[in-house]
């Protein structure tokens, strides 16, 4: 028999659902002003659904905390059974400490094929992002990955922890990703092109740019790389037309690439992440 699909859009419909045949689960609560007690009662209850194999949590713009976080890295840690996971916790002041724990809470879901992780705005340092960093190199298993960590505070040891985590991915098809507005210098965008040259599974990236400095797609690793085969920029709004052509110029020297897309983020909704709408 097939698994049901059910989306919560207010706590108190989601508290008070008891549907034990649910299989995959949707909670959709952006912008909802959620406080601390509540993303409390949602961690409580998401127990319920333990053995769940898809899981969306919709929270961004709640300024949740890392109090918060910490209720929801408790939570996923129930979840063993997960193919599908994705996260949306942006602009939420998760810190170090939120995100640390949410990593923590991970590390239980190991069989996760296709992970989303929005992490946008949320303070986080090199801390937060080795311990992301800590936590994908738990997925043996994963082969489409979303890891957008724009507007943060991290450097290159935050993104040695990332690149670190992603090297042990090494069934990894797909990637979309987003690192801009941070304190990475030339030699953490080094290492991340090092990155993905290596991972020799990886046939379509999609790379957010968020300001005309970042120095993705530069090295000779990546120009040379023998694995990406489709490419797709999305640019912020705010980047001036010199730097969309700077950066379109570096992808299409990379040699043994097949396919090239331009997209501004609006053309997506929202915050130019693509939401989940599985079944």
């Known amino acids: 028999m097939q698994g049901q699909f059910k989306r919560f859009y207010n706590l108190e419909e989601f508290v008070k659902s008891k549907e034990n045949a649910i299989t995959s689960l949707s909670i959709w609560l952006i912008n909802k002003k959620l406080d601390y007690e509540g993303v409390k009662t949602i961690s409580s209850n998401l127990k319920e659904y333990k053995d769940i194999t898809k899981l969306d949590l919709s929270i961004s713009g709640n300024k949740i905390d890392d109090k918060g976080a910490y ?76 890891l957008w960590l724009n507007g943060n505070q991290f450097g290159d040891r935050g993104i040695s922890g990332i690149v670190t985590g992603l090297n042990n991915c090494t069934q990894l098809k797909i990637l979309k990703a987003g690192f801009g507005d941070n304190k990475i210098t030339d030699e953490g965008y080094l290492k991340l092109d090092q990155c993905l040259a290596g991972l020799v599974n990886l046939q379509y990236l999609l790379y957010g740019f968020f300001s005309g400095s970042e120095k993705m797609l530069k090295s000779r690793d990546i120009l040379n790389c023998k694995n990406v085969r489709i490419l797709t920029l999305q640019f912020e709004p705010k980047l001036l037309k010199s730097e969309k052509i700077q950066h379109k110029i570096k992808a299409l020297k990379i040699l043994r690439l097949v396919v090239l897309e331009v997209h501004q983020y609006e053309d997506y909704e929202d915050d130019g992440i693509d939401y989940p709408y599985f079944e």
Do not use: P
């Open 71 to 146: 209720a929801f890295g408790q939570a996923l840690s129930y979840f063993g059974n997960l193919t599908y996971l994705s996260l949306y916790l942006n602009d939420n002041n998760i810190g170090d400490r939120g995100i640390t724990k949410i990593s923590i809470g991970l590390s239980n879901s190991s069989m996760i094929t296709n992970l989303i992780l929005s992490l946008g705005d949320n303070q986080i340092n090199d801390d937060g992002a080795y311990a992301v960093g800590v936590a994908l190199r738990k997925f043996k298993h994963l082969e489409d990955l979303q």
